[in-house]
């Protein structure tokens, strides 16, 4: 059984907060965002170059617009940059036209900046509406990466999107379910650990989310030997190879549609 | 957001004072019974837990911080001076700075109260001790656009409640960026007491473990550490148990190569005497 991991990466900065609050109030305890402008991506790039990782960036267009250059930076390193919403709008409290709307002004944002058109998909606010895979169907996207309800790929064709493979994330490894939780870095470190050998063993598969922010992330100066310890162990302790979500999802899906993960239809 | 300024994995060192590797501020967070005031309740019962500050935590960390030799920052709320003045005088004859937290840690949006909020706080400060503040933290973490150039007219140099750099910047007052006031950002998300504590229940020995973690790393790095902690009960760490491990980090910060305890207001003026240096 091959194993792969997906390294993703949320490039939330003031975005989640700016969505809700005005800009007079972006300050103090709602401007945790600005480190990923100042910091946190640039030491993630640093990182994952050090590392020979290849990630996949999920930009929400606003994000893209507050730090173009950084954007810029993820291409040259060879990272996939996929879509992410536009500015952390929630679609089950949108009408169906107004996220379409939405959604395709974010792709023809992104698809302007990176010259290429974004496959890939998550969710900006964790939510997806009924509505939202059959817009990703409609502008060509091939995967999506939000679910949180499996442990390998496997095809949306039920779902309203033909063609169309779900990479689900897992929370367990995704570094703001425990910083959100306000863990010590060495507790954390054990439940992404947790995680990890448990999960990669099952179907071969395991999505990690990193955030750039310095609340929610790894990127802290501190924190990133716990990061660089976690890419190392699914090297060499489960022989896992890194992919970008849009060669993952290629490979999986066959020209009729079908997904195939290690041997089984999925 | 204008021009980003990706600044890489290892942030070069500043020019820190006297050529040091690492600087270390400690700031205390009173939070007194103002904390319980500000929400209209009263401080007695398992509403004490500021009164703790009073009785018991202030005392005994001041003995921590005598022991070893360290400068601290007290964040003050101008309540907890008009009840216990002396307890101020105390401190900042400690050789201590006495810096202004608002005057019941208003931690909600004030709209136009804020300007006068401010100017109570300050004047209610610098009377208790004879000194001027010139430095403030928001309680809570809040700031409007007033905040700053009110701070400014006031005569204040810093502003310690911004959680987005691992250095010091120049502030923007007003628009513009300003070479008479510098951002000393904290540290809440993993130097600060209370959301270990409260959210992430750690034990006292994992907050030592992950404080060390960060010494480290932030002195082998850019070499500002800003350690935040309030001496309440409760969430605090004014208790023994807690209190010991401000003490051991104390002494193993202390055992390290080059590194220099200071108060805010200090590194505020380092940091101003060459504001070029400290743009972002």
């Not at chain 1, 929400?60 to 990272?79: D, F, Q, T, V």
């Not at chain 1, 058109?117 to 990466?145: K, Q």
Request: proline letters at 7%.
């Amino acid at each position: 059984m091959t194993r792969m991991v997906a390294l993703t990466v949320n490039v939330h900065g003031l975005g989640p907060e700016a969505a809700t609050e005005p800009a007079s109030a972006l300050y103090g305890r709602f401007a945790h965002g600005n480190y990923t402008y100042h910091r946190g991506l640039a030491r993630l790039l640093d990182t994952l170059r050090a590392a020979a990782v290849p990630a996949t960036f999920f930009w929400p267009s606003s994000e893209a617009e507050r730090c173009p250059a950084l954007l810029e930076l993820c291409l040259a390193e060879g990272h996939e940059v996929a879509a992410h919403g536009r500015a952390f709008e929630d679609p089950t409290t949108l009408g169906a036209a107004e996220e379409a709307a939405i959604l395709e002004e974010a792709h023809a944002d992104l698809t302007a900046r990176c010259g290429t058109a974004p496959v890939g998909f998550r969710a900006p606010t964790g939510t997806l509406s009924a509505a939202s895979f059959g817009i990703l169907h409609r502008l060509g996207y091939r995967y999506d990466s939000s679910n949180v309800d499996d442990d390998a790929p496997y095809a949306l064709g039920p779902d309203g999107a033909p063609g169309m493979v779900e990479l689900p994330l897992n929370e367990g490894l995704t570094d703001a379910t425990h910083f959100g939780r306000r863990l010590t870095q060495s507790r954390a470190e054990a439940f992404l650990t947790e995680e990890l050998d448990a999960l990669l063993p099952v179907d071969g598969f395991a999505c990690v989310t990193l955030h750039p922010r310095g609340d929610l992330g790894l990127a802290r100066e501190a924190r990133i030997p716990v990061l660089l310890r976690l890419l190392d162990r699914a090297r060499s302790v489960h022989g896992a190879e890194f992919r970008l979500c849009r060669d993952i999802a290629a490979a999986a899906l066959g020209p009729d549609g079908s997904v195939t993960w290690n041997g089984k239809l999925r | 957001m204008d021009a980003p300024s990706p600044r890489g994995p290892v942030a070069p060192k500043p020019d820190w004072p006297g050529g040091a590797a690492c600087v270390v501020c400690v700031t205390v967070h009173m939070d007194g019974p103002a904390v319980e005031v500000g929400r209209k309740q009263v401080p007695l019962g398992i509403h004490s837990r500021g009164r703790y500050s009073i009785r018991r935590g202030i005392p005994r960390h001041l003995g921590i911080l005598a022991r070893h030799n360290v400068p601290a920052t007290f964040f003050m709320c101008g309540y907890d001076a008009e009840l216990v003045p002396a307890l101020m005088r105390d401190v900042h004859a400690a050789g201590h700075e006495i810096a202004a937290h608002g005057y019941v840690h208003e931690g909600w949006d004030l709209g136009a109260e804020e300007p006068e909020l401010l100017k109570r706080t300050h004047r209610i400060l610098s009377d208790c001790v004879g000194e001027a503040p010139v430095g403030w933290c928001s309680p809570s973490g809040r700031k409007s656009a007033l905040t700053l150039p009110v701070l400014r007219r006031l005569g204040y140099i810093y502003d310690a409640s911004e959680k987005d750099d691992d250095i010091p910047y120049l502030a923007t007052v007003d628009g513009a960026v300003s070479e008479e006031m510098v951002i000393l950002p904290n540290n809440t998300v993993s130097l600060d007491d209370v959301p270990a504590y409260r959210e992430g229940q750690a034990l006292a020995v994992e907050v030592l473990e992950n404080w060390i973690q960060e010494l480290h790393a932030i002195h082998a790095g850019a070499g500002y550490l800003h350690l935040t902690y309030h001496p309440r009960s409760g969430f605090g760490s004014g208790g023994p148990a807690r209190a010991a491990i401000v003490d051991r980090f104390l002494r193993e910060a202390a055992a390290m190569p080059g590194l220099r305890f200071m108060t805010l207001r200090d590194l505020a003026a380092h940091c101003l005497a060459d504001p070029g240096a400290w743009r972002r």
